[in-house]
């Protein structure tokens, strides 16, 4: 008998759901399958787990699932502060409307009530934000999200998060990693029962936060929204009612939670095609928005044509700090976001901050080792990822579609008022601050030793001009830089303000390069952006050119 072949018996000894055991049994004379999902396995990391439905380590299932929370429950139980503490080790666990995502919740509670955690699961298929909110309404010690975001439909996801209501970062990852490693059968893992399942008080409480937002006082604005058959509609909805705003007209396609997501290609509103509803039910309507399936994530159309990331980033960033105060605001990014942020934090008076990808590293700017010293009030990134606050800081510690759907609706209002829209309030950005211009080059591959070959061709022969802009300044992040962790990614300032990053995705066989170029308005804005199209095309093709690809 093979290894894999062997581990493939071992783990149908212990599996407890009837149809992977069918799947793994139908594939046990299958030499080459058996070695894919048994010669590796899905690794725990700042991300969680992430991939795709099926039998195996490689895979997301009930035995992949239930290892995890056990590995979580060990490195929570041996922590002497939280068994010290009143009331014990309790843990929220929420899930999206993805396959299994219910079983694998329940599985998750039944391994921490059996390890002695107290356990509080969602009531309901229901969005991220509201999960990494309930952390710490709650006094958790930690989170879990059942969810794969916008993956495609055979994935499924477990993301953690700490009692600070922020996704974990390193080493923490790495000690869960090593405990999972450490869990043995889970056929012999004890379980409990009687967890507390929450009721519609976690969810209104979630929104009561939302309405510190500043929402300003305008509430004219006409909406078209999709939830992109995710958990994002109802909610949206009662967020926009209680806070006074009309209802936004929904893509009834689209409308209802269905884990095959079948009017998309892919559930990511930043893919082609995905927004084609949306957009045609909102012609006329002042805005376009989108949730992706799990609703942490806000994609805006306004005017018919969809605005970036970074656009929308800039906007909510001026917005919010014309309707906050005190000299202790700081706003955050990412190093692939636009630059744009740092002109409007210098312009406003305010701190900035940047951080390697990912929401759990923005939400820990202006922290000291784990104390604030900060008050955060924004912080966003270029994936249509924001996390809005008021004057008491920002009530989600994770990016929240939700909660930047109802600041960008009155962000809309308050310029309607005006007789303005979003895309005049873009204009006198470009004008203030030059038109910051961003795109991507995004290549998926099959075989990952393309991107390290990339990789080590720039490290090791950087260009010095790309589209006829001269590299200033080559920045290597492998052993971290100006205060960020280590991270494989390169940096290339380019003369007239724009840069090129480099950088493998964390999360697909991905590599990604986040362009960006600054062109001065001297006569129209729309000379500008036609100037800067041309330039970011002509940079796109150098880049690949220099990359090898």
């Not at 399936?293 to 806000?298: F, G």
């Not at 759907?405 to 601050?433: C, F, H, I, N, P």
């Not at 380019?494 to 066989?509: M, Q």
Request: proline share 6%.
């Amino acid at each position: 008998m093979s290894e894999h072949r062997a581990r493939a018996e071992a783990w149908l000894d212990q599996d407890p759901d009837p149809e992977t055991r069918a799947e793994l049994r139908a594939l046990l004379d299958d030499p080459a399958a058996l070695s894919e999902r048994f010669g590796a396995k899905l690794e725990f990391g700042t991300a969680g787990l992430r991939g795709e439905l099926g039998a195996g380590p490689n895979r997301m299932n009930r035995v992949t699932v239930m290892r995890a929370a056990a590995g979580l429950a060990s490195v929570l139980t041996a922590r002497d502060d939280l068994q010290e503490s009143d009331g014990g080790v309790s843990v929220v666990i929420g899930y999206d409307a993805r396959h299994k995502s219910d079983v694998f919740a329940e599985d998750s509670a039944a391994v921490l009530t059996g390890a002695g955690i107290t356990v509080h699961l969602m009531p309901r298929p229901l969005p991220t934000p509201v999960l990494a909110y309930a952390v710490r309404h709650l006094g958790c010690a930690a989170g879990i999200m059942v969810t794969a975001s916008h993956n495609p439909p055979r994935d499924n996801g477990y993301k953690v998060y700490w009692e600070d209501g922020a996704q974990i970062i390193p080493p923490l990852d790495q000690e869960i990693s090593t405990a999972i490693d450490a869990v043995g059968r889970v056929d012999e893992l004890p379980q409990g029962a009687g967890w507390r399942v929450l009721d519609e008080a976690i969810l209104e409480a979630y929104l009561r936060s939302l309405a510190r937002l500043p929402l300003g006082t305008s509430r004219d604005v006409t909406a078209a929204y999709t939830p992109l058959h995710g958990v994002g509609g109802l909610v949206l909805a009662r967020a926009f009612a209680w806070c006074g705003f009309p209802e936004p007209d929904v893509v009834a396609e689209q409308a209802v939670p269905d884990p095959d997501f079948p009017t998309v290609a892919f559930p990511n509103p930043e893919e082609p095609g995905a927004m084609d509803l949306a957009l045609a039910l909102g012609k006329g309507r002042d805005l376009v928005i989108a949730n992706d399936p799990d609703a942490d994530r806000c994609a805006v159309a306004a005017g018919g044509r969809m605005l970036t990331g970074d656009e929308v980033g800039g906007l909510l960033a001026e917005y919010v700090l014309r309707h906050t105060d005190g000299a202790d605001r700081l706003v955050a990014t990412t190093i692939v976001s636009s630059s744009l942020l740092r002109a409007i934090a210098a312009e406003h008076g305010v701190r900035y901050a940047e951080t390697l990808t990912g929401f759990k590293w923005i939400m820990k700017a202006g922290t000291d080792d784990g104390v604030r010293r900060d008050r955060l009030v924004y912080g966003y990134e270029e994936a249509l990822g924001y996390s809005v606050g008021g004057d008491d800081g920002v009530p989600v510690r994770d990016k929240d579609g939700v909660g930047a759907a109802l600041t960008v609706a009155a962000m809309a209002a308050s310029a309607k008022e005006s007789g303005r829209t979003l895309l005049d309030l873009l204009d006198d950005q470009a004008r203030r601050y030059g038109l910051h211009a961003t795109a991507q080059l995004s290549v998926r591959v099959e075989d990952l030793s393309v991107i390290a070959d990339a990789m080590v061709r720039l490290r090791e022969s950087p260009p010095d001009e790309l589209a006829g802009r001269t590299v200033t300044e080559v920045d290597d992040l492998a052993e971290g830089l100006d205060g960020l962790p280590p991270a494989d990614v390169m940096r290339l300032r380019l003369s007239g303000g724009g840069r090129v990053i480099v950088r493998p995705s964390g999360t697909e066989p991905k590599l990604k390069c986040y362009l960006e170029v600054v062109v001065p308005v001297t006569s129209s804005v729309e000379e500008a952006r036609a100037k800067a199209a041309e330039d970011l095309t002509a940079l796109r093709e150098a880049v690949a050119d220099a990359l090898g690809l």
